[in-house]
């Protein structure tokens, strides 16, 4: 597995990291740690979650994910780059969300308790927050990585003029700066080339995207219709919002002509569509999910080649209009 650096520090990370949300809700104890085992023989070292996780589940289980990667990482903690995330609510009290540096400091300490460990590789705000200064989180940040309990930050789910807004206030106040972003990013959804991309590669942020097979749209197991049960597209309120971004008619048009492509190349969906996020040079780390262990071969075997010229610009222009966020067919 090769490693690279992560941004503009030093921190080297595998090139793909593996997305924890399915685990202790879509995916089982066993199962999750069959997962996480497959990674790590493929040589994957980097492992991204959050303190909401398991995605969709209900709160009694927020935190579930990294109690499990606590468990399944003692003994071999530090053969790994671990992430989470704060910023969605956790709790019943007013405060118990946000990026305020009252959310943060609880959600830090939560976190290390159930990852069982004594510090976070990368600490990241799940989203913005459009209540507190952002001299209030970044200070906060700053605060975690001075005592030792975090060694990097980032974000997620941040538009540019936010990130933007971010790294120039980080400069004025002279603290720790966001180093990486996780946006969404995949051939179904390209509007962060526009802006957020040129920032990043400017800035040597690092990029870790998620979603790069569309929830598993991508993948072509998905059929017009109602959603089949105890997929992404139907955990609680979680299923409501993939469904929202992705069970649309000009997606899975999309996706038909994407699977064409692909049998033409002879090149598996879910492989193509991965070696097609790796081929932006911007990307760092995309971010795979899966609710079995097999589901990863696939997607690992993305970086057994470079994706053709010629196929790239195929799907570039298969999918221009998803750059522009007009889905219209």
Known sequence: MEHIQFGRTGLRVSRLCLGTMTFGYQSDDDTSFAIMDAAAEAGITFFDTADVYPNGAPPELFGRTEELMGSWMQGRRDQFVVATKCFFRTGPMPWDAGNSRQNIMRAVEASLRRLRTDHIDLYQVHSWDPVTPIDETLQAMDDLVRSGKVRYVGCSNTLAYQLARSVGRSEVLGVSRFESVQPRYNLLFRENERELFPLCAEERIAVIPYNPLAGGLLT???????????????????????????????????VGEFQQIAEDAGIPMTTLAIRWVLANPVVTSPILGASRPDQLAASVAALDAPLDDDLRRRLDDLTHEYRFGDHAR
């Open 220 to 254: 072509g197991k998905h059929r017009p219709g109602t959603p089949t049960e105890g997929t992404r597209f139907t955990l609680g309120h979680a299923g409501a919002r993939y469904q929202e971004r992705y069970w649309q008619d000009a997606m899975f048009a999309t």
